[in-house]
């Protein structure tokens, strides 16, 4: 039993590692292009001129499509600079854990506030496009930096702050988990506030949760609080056998990863698009396939 169990942990991190690896090499300007939509669209706005449907706005209506119909999949998978986190987390993870060192972790409470600061970083950009400021957002973007250094080329003296801001993201997201992400994010701001349709929302019966069991939030980047569905499946908990469990309950902030579902020793969360086990890595697949199909028109087609 534990042999298999473990065969598919080391089948589903493959599937997972060659998913992101695929995404992060062949459409690493996916996040920049959705968001150079928002900056069009909104420069449009303060000009009084129509939005036209370029490629830009094109791609971010896109990946805002998809977010409605299956989560946040592209942050949890295709977005190269949360794949470059998630590899930086990593590392210092096996590090930590061979000088037997206790992780860094900010509290579930801090993180509820800290979420608010990619809504923050959203509307003071956003606001310079506007105001017709947007050659500012060039000089300090860390993305800018990120991109150069995954060309292989070195920063450009007018982006000096993005380097520095870059560099400093770069070492807050060796501590905590999709700091970047989950905190700061301008893009994930506009992913989160997208209503997720019901088949893609996770859902569980708490009445079932073993005892004080905290799996599901231990494991989860966004530290999301699972939809209680006890009084949907006609469930009639006692209020006092079902423990406490402070996070965050907004399904926006879900990064759609599966973590949890694959973590919860009752097999008591469900969603009809994050499956677990065998079907689960399919259905990760699949959207994959799906959300590169739909990068490849929207991308590399009119490129």
């Known amino acids: 039993m534990n042999k298999n ?7 589903s991190l493959s599937v997972k590692v060659i998913i992101r690896g695929l995404f992060f090499f062949i459409f690493p300007a996916a996040y920049s292009s959705a968001f150079s939509g928002a900056k069009y669209a909104v420069s449009r706005i303060s000009l009084g001129k129509p939005i036209e ?14 977010t409605i119909l ?8 295709a977005c190269a600079f949360g794949t470059y986190g998630d590899v930086l987390y990593e590392i210092s993870a096996r590090i930590r854990k061979k000088f037997k060192k206790r992780p860094f972790a ?3 409470e801090s993180g509820l506030w ?21 050659s500012i957002i060039g000089q300090i ?13 070195l920063p450009d003296r007018s982006n000096i702050i993005g380097v520095l801001i870059f560099a400093v993201l770069s070492i807050l ?16 701001a506009l992913f989160a506030i997208m209503p997720v349709i019901p088949p893609s929302q996770l859902g569980r019966n708490r009445s079932r949760c073993f005892g004080k069991c905290r799996q599901c939030i231990n494991v989860c980047p966004a530290n999301i609080t699972i939809t209680d569905t006890t009084l949907d499946e006609g469930g009639e908990a006692n209020a006092s056998e079902i423990p406490i469990q402070v996070g965050d309950s907004s ?11 694959e973590a919860c020793p009752a097999n008591n969360i469900k969603s009809n698009t994050i499956l677990k086990e065998y079907k689960g890595l399919i259905w990760i697949a699949a959207k994959g396939v799906m959300l590169a199909v739909l990068l490849y028109f929207l991308l590399l087609k009119q490129s």
């Open 5 to 11: 169990i473990n065969d598919f942990k080391k089948i």
């Open 53 to 66: 449907l370029n490629p830009f706005v094109m791609i971010l209506i896109g990946l805002l499509a998809f």
């Open 70 to 77: 299956f989560g946040r999949y592209f942050c949890g998978f």
């Open 106 to 108: 900010l509290s579930v």
């Open 114 to 134: 800290l979420k608010y600061g990619k809504y923050i970083c959203a509307v003071i950009l956003l606001a310079l496009c506007y105001l017709g400021k947007e």
């Open 141 to 153: 973007s860390p993305w800018t930096a990120f991109s150069r250094l995954e060309a292989l080329s």
């Open 173 to 188: 997201m060796l501590f905590e988990k999709r700091f970047f992400c989950r905190f700061l994010c301008p893009m994930g």
């Open 251 to 261: 399904m926006g902030e879900c990064f759609a990863c599966g973590k949890c579902v």
